[in-house]
Structures are given as structure tokens and as C-alpha cells.
């Protein structure tokens, strides 16, 4: 083919986010989710004519409230102005303090929060609130985060209104800043607005969408998406990732779902040094399995690449033709598919990496 019809929507605005620095066992390294893999993946896109790139819409903070609180919003909003005023450091929000969350029991506590010791406010004030918003030192905010954040978000919006409104079978969206570890109320991972729920949350809602299938294949658990859509039959979540690593305190295969939730989200921890052929095969079978019984109209693939064999933070070894197969495999749903990208740090590589998976879905479909 010439010039595949898969869409690209990207914005130019992600570049508003660029903190220098994460901290990382206890020294500062340079940021891992920089710009740079941007550049990598609209390079390989380019080259290979995946399809035309098109500029996001703009749907308002409306479908992102719907998802995350106004509380939190508003903290994303004016994190950075009011750190650098109580004497911050400009490079970027850090959090001096921890929130002790208790995240095993963060839903109940979420529901009936304990009396707290703050007189003035609930979430400790300008030096409070960057430890109560954020959980670890990877969601810096930086002097262009809530743009670039909330720019990702439209992205996402955009990749799931074409989708439907030109009964496209695949769409990309080039996200960045990544969503899938930024909960109801909580930052963190590289991420701050979920783009991923924010986009499956408007489908099913306002597209009005019968039943969408989230397919989480980065390497980290989706906790962000996991705990926004805990309770809800609809989406499906379904998350492959690296067993007892980062983000650590959620992705157990025993994190089924609550309430009218029970059963509609499934945890598939895979051993460090997971290999290509036992990556596809698990992948395989939980689309054969549970997905295919699920019957989605819609599939929304949480399009990581931090699975690759030489990412500086992924376990697994995967190399650069299996995410063609990766995309075989999710072709072989034969449903419209909306690729939202998240992780993946191999800068050079990212870029023929996730073309490989969307040519993979492509050639199949
Ligand atoms: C600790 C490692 C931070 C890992 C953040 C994971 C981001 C990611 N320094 N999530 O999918 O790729
Ligand atoms: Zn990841």
C-alpha cells in the first residue's frame, strides 16, 4: 500500500512539558519521558506513510471533569505557580511530603476519608497538596504540564470521536503526556489526565457506545484506568505488565472489580524476562478468552513499548518484530481500534517499535 488510512492525532503542544529531571534511587537523571520519543515516533510514522496526521479538536475541560475531580484539576492547573511562590524549585513541583495513603484500601478510603489534621484545608495546603496529589517523583510539573496534559487529553478525545464519526478501523493517538497511571485524584508515572479513560469514558457516554474493551499492553499496570472504571461493567479492562514491579501496589490477578464491577477487570502479571513468544501467546489467549466473550464493540489499546528488550525500565525482552505480531493478534478482534500511546523509553527504537504494532493491525485487519 501506498498510504495507509490509519489516522494519526497529534499536537505540537506536548512539547510545552519537559521537566529536566526525575528523581530516581535517590539521585537526579535526566527526564526518561521526553520529547525526543515524539520525535522518534512521528519519524517512523513518516517514513512508512502510516496515514495522514491530523490536529486534535478542542472539547473543553468538560470530558476530563468527567473523569478526574474538580479539586484535582484545579491542583494540575496551578501546581506550578504556587510551588515556585513558596520558593520551589522552577525546574519542576516535588513532592516534600507523602499523603499516607493507604492504597490497598484507597477505594474505601476514597469513599469515607478519615478525619484529617489539617484545619485549614483537606489536602494540606500549597506544600500539602503536591504529596497528596502525586504518588511517586516521575509527575513533575513543569511550567507547561496542565497545557501539555490537557492537550494530550484532547488527543485522545479526537482519536475517539473519528473513530466513530468515520467508522475508521484504527486510529492513533499520539499522546503525550501518557494517562494510564493517573487516577480519579492522583498523578503520577509520567502521567496527570488519563487520556485513555478520558477518551473510553466519552465513548461510552457521549458516543453512546455499547461496550468497550480497554487493552493495556505497556509494560506498567494501568492503575490510573484500573481504579477510574473499578466499578463499572463497562469498559472491560484487561492489563498485560511486568508481575511485582512498578507501580507496585496495584496489577495483583486478584484485583477483579467491585460492585457492578466484579469480573470486568483482569490482571495478567507476566514474570521479568518475559520473551516474545510467551508475551504473544498470553496476549493471544486473553483476547480469545476474555475479550472475545465480552463481545466489544469498541477496543481501546493502551499502546505501550516499554516491553522492548533494551528499555531502560521495562523487565520483559521483547524485540522489534514481535510488536508486528502484537498487532496481529489485536487485528484479530476485528473491531474499530483506538491506539492510545503511553510508555516505552527506548528513544531510538520507540519509533519503529510502535509503528510495527498499528502496520501489524493494519495489514491483518
Ligand atoms: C522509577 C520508575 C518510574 C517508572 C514510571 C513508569 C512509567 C510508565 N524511577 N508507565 O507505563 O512507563
Ligand atoms: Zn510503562
Known amino acids: ?15 510545552l512539558h ?10 537526579f537523571v535526566p527526564y526518561k519521558e521526553c520529547t525526543g520519543r515524539v520525535d522518534s515516533i512521528l519519524s517512523s510514522l513518516r517514513a512508512r ?18 473523569v478526574h475531580s474538580k479539586e484535582f484539576i484545579a491542583y494540575l492547573q496551578n501546581a506550578y505557580e504556587e510551588w515556585v511562590k513558596v520558593g520551589g524549585n522552577p525546574e519542576g513541583v516535588f513532592p516534600d511530603v507523602s499523603a499516607v495513603r493507604d492504597f490497598a484500601n484507597l477505594r474505601k478510603w476514597k469513599q469515607n476519608p478519615p478525619q484529617r489534621n489539617f484545619p485549614y484545608s483537606r489536602d494540606g495546603g500549597p506544600l500539602g497538596r503536591p504529596g497528596y496529589y502525586c504518588f511517586d517523583m516521575t509527575g513533575v510539573i513543569a511550567e507547561g504540564t496542565f497545557q501539555a496534559a490537557y492537550e494530550a487529553a484532547q488527543v485522545a478525545l479526537t482519536g475517539a470521536e473519528l473513530l466513530i464519526e468515520e467508522k475508521a478501523h ?25 487520556n485513555a479513560a478520558i477518551a473510553v469514558r466519552h465513548l461510552i457516554h457521549v458516543l453512546k457506545v455499547g461496550r468497550v474493551a480497554i487493552i493495556d499492553i505497556d509494560y506498567h499496570h494501568g492503575n490510573g484506568t484500573q481504579e477510574i472504571f473499578y466499578e463499572n461493567s463497562n469498559p472491560l479492562y484487561v492489563s498485560l505488565h511486568g508481575a511485582l514491579d512498578y507501580p507496585f501496589y496495584w496489577g495483583a490477578e486478584d484485583e477483579v472489580g467491585e460492585n457492578e464491577g466484579a469480573g470486568f477487570n483482569v490482571n495478567v502479571p ?10 504473544i501467546e498470553a496476549l ?11 463481545n466489544p464493540q469498541i477496543v481501546v489499546v493502551s499502546l505501550g513499548v516499554d516491553t522492548y528488550a533494551n528499555d531502560p525500565i521495562g523487565g520483559f525482552f521483547l524485540t522489534t518484530p514481535a510488536y508486528i505480531q502484537i498487532g496481529r493478534a489485536l487485528s484479530s478482534l476485528r473491531c474499530p481500534t483506538l491506539f492510545v500511546m503511553e510508555g516505552g523509553y527506548a528513544v531510538e527504537e520507540i519509533g519503529d517499535n510502535v509503528t510495527n504494532v498499528l ?7
Open 170 to 194: 484504527g486510529i492513533f493517538a499520539l499522546c503525550r503526556p501518557p494517562g494510564h497511571h493517573a487516577q480519579r485524584d492522583l498523578c503520577g508515572g509520567y502521567c496527570f489526565f488519563n
Open 270 to 279: 507476566l514474570k521479568m524476562g518475559t520473551q516474545d513468544k510467551e508475551y
Open 18 to 27: 519537559n521537566p529536566p529531571k526525575e528523581f530516581e534511587l535517590g539521585r
Open 359 to 365: 502496520q501489524g493491525f493494519e495489514n491483518y485487519i
Open 49 to 66: 506513510n502510516l496515514g495522514e496526521i491530523v490536529a486534535p479538536n478542542d472539547y473543553g475541560l468538560g470530558p476530563i471533569a468527567a
Open 284 to 294: 493471544q489467549t486473553i483476547i480469545d478468552t476474555r475479550v472475545k466473550e465480552y
Open 1 to 15: 500500500r501506498q498510504i495507509n488510512e490509519m489516522k494519526v492525532i497529534y499536537s505540537e503542544k506536548h512539547c
